[in-house]
């Protein structure tokens, strides 16, 4: 049995909460995953931020790591990789003389459950509006986003790398493990679908071009129509989902800047994706694989 503790949107910069937030280890959890917009890699944060996420790998075993908007404010993309990049080394050395979970960051990659049928992809995913509605994304990605060098031609180019690797990847598992079960782990929404962007109240994306800032229509494309596809979550929307599209999961839980976001869950078991194995007996779970 697997279980999976997903959290995105803590922002943690805000409030300056690194060192006081705690995200409850369930005994029977495997892993964490932090799917952005938990913190700041600005100066000032970046110890900070590092320390939180050393500080849950003493109480997960995995801690997976999807890269948000408020990571990359303030930085260039590729500074903030680098930073990951050293602290995942940092983190291998530690696990050779100390108990401390595995960190796995997830930048348009994969992780492979070892001895089981379940692999995650991850990617931060970015956005793309249809192209008579590009005009507020431009401006946001220029102004708004606050990434060095960022523009929407970059934004646009990082959407469509990442789809193509997700797309790619879960077709090659279809062919080659059919019996595998692929989660796919964002940060922007992978939907415009109102469950998940706008539960309480109908929208045409025609009238609402910032949408396009957190959130793309990839249904009706690859990976969406694969077997192997169980799970996508997502963070960035400010609304918390949790619904099937075909037989696909889709799931968000976001806390929101100052714990805003309706239905954020922290403590409670049923909000914790989990994952059966044949030998598991338990019909609970919110994905029966």
Not at 110 to 126: I, V
Not at 217 to 225: I, K, L, N
């Amino acid at each position: 049995m697997v279980k999976i503790q997903i959290v995105s949107d803590l922002h943690l910069e805000e409030e300056a909460l690194y060192d006081t937030f705690t995200i409850p280890a369930n005994d029977s959890s495997h892993c964490l995953a932090l799917l952005g917009n938990n913190g700041s890699f600005t100066d000032g944060h970046e110890e900070l931020y590092l320390r939180f996420i050393m500080r849950h790998l003493r109480e997960f075993p995995m801690v997976l790591f999807v890269v948000g908007m408020s990571e990359l404010q303030g930085n260039s993309p590729r500074a903030v990789i680098e930073i990951l990049q050293d602290f995942s080394e940092r983190i291998k050395r530690k696990r050779n003389s100390e108990v401390m979970g595995e960190f796995v960051f997830l930048n348009n990659s994969r992780w492979d459950q070892p001895d089981g049928n379940l692999t995650f992809l991850g990617s931060t995913l970015f956005t793309s509006p249809p192209v008579t509605m590009r005009d507020d994304l431009a401006t946001y990605c220029r102004r708004d986003t606050g990434i060095f060098g960022w523009n929407m031609g970059k934004h646009l180019a990082a959407h469509w790398e990442a789809r193509r690797y997700l797309a790619s990847e879960v077709e090659e598992i279809e062919f080659s493990d059919p019996d595998r079960h692929v989660i796919i782990l964002t940060h922007h929404c992978p939907t415009l679908d109102e469950r998940a962007i706008s539960p309480h109240e109908s929208f045409d994306p025609e009238d609402r071009p910032d949408i396009y800032r957190y959130a793309s229509e990839t249904r009706g494309f690859a990976p969406w129509d694969s077997s192997v596809l169980k799970m996508w979550a997502f963070g960035g929307t400010g609304i918390n989902c949790k619904y099937c599209y075909d037989e696909t999961l889709v799931y968000s839980n976001q806390r929101g800047r100052h714990n805003d976001c309706p239905g954020f869950q922290l403590f409670e078991p049923l909000w914790l994706v989990t994952f059966y194995s044949d030998d598991d007996e338990d019909d609970d779970s919110d994905v029966q694989l």
